[in-house]
């Protein structure tokens, strides 16, 4: 096994931040496109983390007795994993109605509807570039979502074996509203020791 | 229209394809959906497909569309109220919880140039079937989990799980919290002159008298034979007081029918506490230990009495 995601070189490091800020970059582009406003995005924060330290993140995001959504959506192929999207419950209404809903059509099902297109585009859009960027090929599954309102909720159904795992942490600012959410990417370390040489050799390219 | 219809992929798999342009129009519907929504292509090719299907949300499925035209990337339908697409009646004699064919859609770019794309309608009834009936099975199985079979009241577990909750709750809104806990005087008496039977329905009356006289937002639980918990949210230890002594009145006025000629009468004790984050050591467990120190004065006191915790 080679050196996984955390034990990038402060140049590998910045070569991921720039990647993922392309990749996003053209997922908040693809967003303004299908909804027909103007979206901006926030220089995203990116961390990478264990799964202990995602759990900790996470502990310290979701507040217990809060509302979120948690969208997953599985990834296939050289980057295989997971994408996670996180939002809360006021973000996610207020996307609802960028989505062009009104008030008296919002329900729980279309806010979940709505939440997983969001997913689908930012999920796919980010991993799809970033592959494209390096030479990968990736396939997505259908996205899945729940409803949390504790941390345990989560918990219990995390599989502790994905040990890279890189958040994103962002806010899609729209003409009106302010909308946070997070990204969280989890590859397996087949895929992060992909994901490490491709940016290595990404570097030795330029 | 595109002519795939001598594609023998197109017209030989188990799942319906449709190709839409970017304004739902059908220019190709394979043999699947023919057989099935019994509308040969012909019928189809160059009409809206919302306008066939009023049940579609036209805006809905053109965002999506546009979001796989925009990304090049699928889309899917596959949230709960988007049950099917295209309304295919179910036809089974032994499974008939979906009137209609239950479906996932997957939406994936055709021809970009173009702008069009490929639906792709799985079926997955039968998945939903099981999925249901888990469902089903899952909830009684909670509620067996937390209920009191008896009275249907939340059972000791159940009270466990959701006092830590609402404490924490109280502790961060800075909310007082108390508890009563409340036992039937000479219960055994009941029991040994009229049975267990008899017992159990002043047993059932005193879960009525309790939810008769408390908010949804108390959990009223029962602990075990014939004692009761019940956790105040945003009460004060006056007015759990008062609570107490109303519900106390209340069942020494109220009579248990058993039959035409008997009627029973009973009283009730009842120990009252407030939590108190030093003196229980933020532990509810001390608290209600405390309401129960006051339900034994209560009973050793000459009982149908409500007392307040030390």
């Not at chain 2, 979906?98 to 479906?103: C, D, G, N, R, T």
Request: charged residues 30%.
């Amino acid at each position: 096994m080679g050196k996984n995601l955390i034990d990038l070189n402060e140049d590998e490091r910045d070569c991921l931040q720039e990647l993922m800020n392309i990749a996003y970059g053209e997922a908040t582009a693809a967003i303004s496109k299908i909804i027909d406003k103007f979206a901006t995005l926030n220089i995203p924060v990116i961390n990478t983390v264990t799964s202990e330290g995602l759990l900790k993140h996470l502990n310290e995001k979701i507040v217990e007795n809060g509302n979120y959504f948690i969208a997953n959506q599985l990834i296939h192929g050289n980057i295989s994993g997971e994408n996670l999207f996180i939002i809360d419950e006021k973000s996610s209404y207020n996307l609802t109605k960028e989505f062009g809903l009104e008030d008296d059509e919002i329900d729980d099902d279309e806010i979940k509807d709505v939440v997983l297109e969001i997913t689908n585009i930012i999920s796919s859009v980010t991993s799809g570039k970033l592959a494209s960027l390096i030479d990968a090929s990736i396939s997505f599954s259908s996205p899945n979502i729940k409803r949390v309102t504790n941390i345990k909720e989560f918990n219990d159904g995390f599989d502790k074996s994905y040990e890279n795992i890189i958040i994103i942490s962002t806010e899609l600012n729209f003409e009106d509203e302010h909308i946070k959410g997070e990204l969280i990417i989890l590859s397996k370390n087949e895929s992060s020791e992909y994901l490490r040489e491709s940016i290595s050799q990404f570097l030795e390219d330029l | 229209m595109i002519d795939i219809n001598n594609n023998v992929i197109f017209n030989s798999v188990d799942n319906g394809i449709i190709i839409l342009d970017k304004e739902l129009n059908i220019l190709a519907w394979n043999r699947w959906l023919e057989i099935l929504t019994y509308k040969k292509e012909a019928d189809v090719i160059n009409k809206n497909i919302c306008e066939l299907y009023e049940n579609i949300n036209e805006k809905k499925l053109k965002r999506k569309v546009k979001s796989v035209l925009v990304t090049n990337n699928p889309s899917f339908y596959n949230v709960d109220q988007n049950r099917y697409l295209i309304k295919i009646p179910v036809e089974s004699i032994t499974n008939s919880i979906y009137k209609y064919m239950q479906q996932n859609i997957t939406i994936v770019p055709y021809d970009k140039d173009k702008e069009l794309v490929c639906l792709f309608i799985y079926n997955t009834t039968n998945l939903r079937e099981t999925n249901h009936k888990l469902e089903l099975l899952n909830e009684e199985l909670v509620e067996m989990t937390h209920r009191d079979p008896l009275t249907k009241l939340s059972n000791r577990r159940y009270f466990s799980m959701q006092s830590k909750k609402i404490q924490s709750y109280s502790k961060r809104n800075d909310t007082c919290l108390s508890l009563i806990v409340l036992d039937i005087d000479k219960f055994k008496n009941i029991n040994d002159t009229y049975g267990h039977l008899v017992g159990d329905e002043v047993i059932i009356h005193i879960a009525r008298a309790l939810e008769k006289n408390l908010r949804d937002s108390d959990i009223i639980s029962r602990f075990g034979g014939e004692e009761f918990v019940v956790l105040l949210q945003d009460c004060s230890i006056e007015n759990a007081y008062l609570v107490a002594e109303k519900i106390r009145e209340y069942i020494e006025k109220a009579e248990v029918i058993i039959d035409e000629n008997t009627t029973i009468k009973y009283t009730v004790s009842l120990g009252v506490a407030k939590f108190d984050e030093q003196k229980d050591n933020d532990n509810l467990e001390q608290t209600f230990a405390r309401a129960d120190e006051a339900l034994y004065e209560a009973k050793t006191s000459g009982r149908n009495k409500v007392v307040k915790a030390k």
